[in-house]
């Protein structure tokens, strides 16, 4: 069946630094590709998204790049801080013909201080 | 407004009981989710409603049943729980199919 690869599933960087967790996605019909970040305890917060026909999207110290032909899409988040501890999920969905939203399996993200 | 909001927080079932999840959104949303988390698996959605008075499966939907009440309610129901429906549940709503999801604080069960 259609599936969301994301790695790595666990990430450790310093206070400052960059992270960068990826997806792959099998399905070629996905065209919304939506960034869960999940904190101990609660439900996964919507933190960027980005559509088929755009490349890059960039919010303040967060981006996703999709790459259409390759299949997959990756978020970066630059000066980490500490408060950026925590779960990151990727998702692909599909809206036409048989709606589909499929996770990756996230990815937990610690930033040292 | 207080988003998605779900009932129970916690439940603890003993095997072959039943109990329902409520799910319900102040944001005017058509479309509603229910997904299970386990540990290493992501978020699989078990149904979701297109809009009021829709319902369809989902990747694991075996086990549950699923009520759109109204436009702002959505519930779930276990009618046999079994040991491997241990999880949290979450639900979620979008304006549309496909649209961002929001997600409400879940529900952790445990099935004895």
């Known amino acids: 069946g259609e599936n969301v690869e994301q790695h790595p599933s666990t990430l450790s960087v310093q206070e400052g630094d960059s992270a960068v967790i990826k997806c792959t996605y099998s399905d070629s019909a996905s065209n919304y590709f939506p960034w869960y970040k999940q904190e101990l305890g609660k439900g996964p917060q919507l933190i960027i998204d980005?559509?088929?026909?755009?490349g890059e999207k960039k919010d303040q110290r967060i981006a996703v790049t999709l790459n259409k032909t390759a299949k997959h899409f990756s978020l970066h988040i630059t000066e980490t801080q500490p408060e950026d501890s925590a779960v990151y999920f990727c998702a692909a969905s599909t809206s036409s013909g048989t709606y589909k939203y499929i996770f990756g399996t996230g990815t937990r993200l610690k930033v040292l201080a | 407004n207080a988003g998605v909001t779900q009932t129970p927080k916690f439940q603890v079932l003993k095997t072959g009981q039943s109990m329902t999840l409520q799910c319900a959104q102040d944001?005017?949303?058509?479309?509603m989710y229910w997904y299970r988390q386990d540990p290493g698996m992501g978020l699989r959605l078990i149904y979701y409603s297109a809009s009021e008075g829709t319902t369809d499966k989902g990747e694991v939907p075996n086990g549950y049943n699923v009520s759109r009440l109204n436009k702002r309610e959505f519930s779930l129901r276990l009618e046999s729980a079994a040991p491997s429906q241990t999880s949290v549940y979450f639900c979620?709503?979008?304006?549309?199919?496909?649209?961002?999801?929001?997600f409400g604080p879940g529900t952790r069960l445990t099935v004895l």
């Open positions: 944001m005017n949303h058509n479309s």
């Open positions: 979620a709503s979008s304006e549309r199919l496909g649209d961002t999801q929001y």
């Open positions: 980005i559509r088929s026909n755009v």
